[in-house]
């Protein structure tokens, strides 16, 4: 057995938790399985972003960057979205993370400046 | 054989997740993650943001152990994230490397 399924095999012998907490950390897409994390990660790039876009000043913007960030956030919102069963919650964190591209780009247009 | 070889391209071409498609597209522009990355090899590290640079690195890392983990794996996704991991980790570091340049320009400044 791995440390994580060891891990998780301790937290779920506790016998304090609820049943539906239970449940859940033994859930196919658990706490204790990298499918819980990624959305999380992809939110993460929203959070930098919005950080960016209140504390650092317009030279620090990557254009390239944010180019990307934009572009993969639509592409995977419309992915998500046309995925059979739709995946909401992911069109949503796509279409947070392409705007948060989108705004960085603006603001770096708007100062007129390039790199 | 090339008539052979031309109708499966067509076929794959018209396809649902050809390239006609955004199910082709999506997982494509992934990669222009770490080709924006090369494109900033020697980007002024005053202008790299630590914060973006952190996620990033988090991001491919457990995008790396995604890909291996969805049935089917998908080593094409694992490499990209890979890569990324890679480069944007060079670029946080060079960052912190400048900042770290900084601080210590600052004390090594004679106080006067």
Same mark, same amino acid.
Not at chain 1, 27 to 51: D, H, M, Q, R, W
Not at chain 1, 66 to 77: D, P
Not at chain 2, 11 to 33: D, I, L, R, Y
């Given at each position: 057995?791995?440390?994580?399924?060891?891990?998780?095999?301790?937290?779920?012998?506790?016998? @304090?938790?609820?049943?539906?907490?239970?449940?859940?950390?033994?859930? $196919?897409?658990?706490?204790?399985?990298?499918?819980?994390?990624? =959305?999380?990660?992809?939110?993460?790039?929203?959070?930098?972003?919005?950080?960016?876009?209140?504390?650092?000043?317009?030279?620090?913007?990557?254009?390239?960057?944010?180019?990307?960030?934009?572009?993969?956030?639509?592409?995977?919102?419309?992915?998500?979205?046309?995925?059979? =069963?739709?995946?909401?919650?992911?069109?949503?964190?796509?279409?947070?993370?392409?705007?948060?591209?989108?705004?960085?780009?603006?603001?770096?247009?708007?100062?007129?400046?390039?790199? | 054989?090339?008539?052979?070889?031309?109708?499966?391209?067509?076929?794959?071409?018209?396809?649902?997740?050809?390239?006609?498609?955004?199910? @082709?597209?999506?997982?494509?522009?992934?990669?222009? @993650?770490?080709?924006?990355?090369?494109?900033?090899?020697?980007?002024? =590290?005053?202008?790299?943001?630590? $914060?973006?640079?952190?996620?990033?690195?988090?991001?491919?890392?457990? @995008?790396?152990?995604?890909?291996?983990?969805?049935? =089917?794996?998908?080593?094409?996704?694992?490499?990209?994230?890979?890569?990324?991991?890679?480069?944007?980790?060079?670029?946080?570091?060079?960052?912190?490397?400048?900042?770290?340049?900084?601080?210590?320009?600052? $004390?090594?400044?004679?106080?006067?």
């Amino acid at each position: 057995m791995g440390p994580i399924k060891k891990l998780q095999a301790f937290v779920c012998a506790q016998t @304090f938790w609820p049943q539906f907490m239970v449940r859940w950390f033994q859930a $196919e897409k658990g706490p204790f399985t990298i499918f819980f994390y990624c =959305p999380l990660a992809k939110c993460g790039i929203s959070v930098a972003n919005i950080y960016d876009i209140i504390k650092k000043p317009v030279d620090t913007i990557n254009p390239v960057q944010q180019s990307v960030i934009a572009m993969s956030g639509t592409l995977f919102a419309r992915w998500c979205w046309i995925l059979k =069963p739709r995946q909401f919650m992911l069109v949503f964190a796509n279409s947070v993370m392409a705007s948060t591209g989108i705004i960085q780009l603006w603001r770096k247009f708007q100062s007129g400046q390039s790199v | 054989m090339a008539s052979k070889f031309s109708g499966m391209f067509w076929t794959w071409v018209h396809s649902s997740t050809g390239p006609k498609t955004t199910h @082709f597209w999506a997982p494509v522009c992934n990669w222009f @993650f770490p080709i924006q990355a090369l494109y900033d090899w020697n980007r002024d =590290p005053a202008k790299i943001s630590k $914060e973006m640079q952190c996620v990033l690195v988090c991001y491919s890392s457990l @995008f790396m152990r995604w890909a291996l983990r969805i049935s =089917p794996q998908s080593y094409i996704l694992f490499c990209m994230h890979l890569f990324n991991a890679t480069l944007q980790g060079r670029l946080l570091i060079r960052r912190l490397m400048w900042e770290s340049s900084q601080q210590k320009a600052i $004390e090594d400044k004679p106080t006067n």
